[in-house]
């Protein structure tokens, strides 16, 4: 069975830093592209970060960008750094991963999904 699983979510004061993780099991992901997306309340989920699997080549949401890194490792881990926090990055965060076309953003690109990690950012 395929699974993500997002963990490093928390509260944290606005100026500071989170790590989010996302461990994928149930088949090799290392030629999938994966992807980071969030949802606030009352809002649509958007995109927030994408690694391709060929090259490993990001792409960020403006909102995010010089303030965000997102990485993989070998295994089938992937990592979102978050610097610089502020309140209106409280979302629920997800993890995806997908094959084929990559622009990273679009959610049709995606073909699993984690359950997702609260951040939690104050002022």
């Known amino acids: 069975q395929v699974q993500l699983v997002e963990s490093g979510g928390g509260l944290v004061q606005a100026g500071g830093s989170l790590r989010l993780s996302c461990a994928a099991s149930g088949r090799t992901f290392s030629r999938y592209n994966m992807g980071w997306f969030r949802q606030s309340p009352g809002k649509e989920r958007e995109f927030v970060a994408a690694i391709r699997w060929s090259g490993g080549s990001t792409t960020y949401a403006d909102s995010v960008k010089g303030r965000f890194t997102a990485s993989r490792d070998n295994a089938e881990n992937m990592y979102l750094q978050m610097n610089s926090l502020k309140p209106e990055d409280t979302a629920v965060y997800y993890c995806?991963?997908?094959?084929?076309?990559?622009?990273?953003?679009?959610?049709?690109?995606?073909?699993?999904w984690g359950q997702g990690t609260q951040v939690t950012v104050s002022s």
């Open positions: 995806a991963a997908g094959w084929g076309a990559f622009s990273g953003s679009r959610e049709t690109e995606y073909h699993y």
